[in-house]
């Protein structure tokens, strides 16, 4: 971990993160990613796990290197 307390995406060994990790390494709010959520409307799109909002690995890094997921 570093200082910030969330693992870098390139040493993460999971393959989904929390709202507020994926949040994180996005720059964005974990609200942001919530309403992306609800709207369907953002970058990516979560999975949901037991009713909670989890967010792909891979799905981040391809929105952080070209801009969407889709």
């Known amino acids: 971990m570093h200082q910030n307390g969330f693992i870098p995406?390139?040493?993460?060994i999971r393959v989904t993160i929390n709202?507020?990790?994926?949040?994180?390494h996005l720059?964005?709010?974990p609200q942001?990613?919530?309403k992306w959520a609800c709207y369907e409307d953002?970058?990516?799109?979560?999975?949901?796990?037991?009713?909670?909002?989890?967010?792909?690995?891979g799905d981040i890094q391809r929105?952080?290197?070209e801009g969407s997921a889709k």
Do not use: H, M, Q
């Open 9 to 12: 995406l390139s040493a993460e």
């Open 19 to 24: 709202t507020d990790e994926a949040a994180f």
């Open 27 to 29: 720059g964005r709010k």
């Open 32 to 34: 942001t990613l919530r």
């Open 42 to 57: 953002g970058p990516l799109r979560p999975v949901r796990i037991n009713g909670r909002l989890a967010w792909r690995i």
């Open 63 to 65: 929105v952080l290197n």
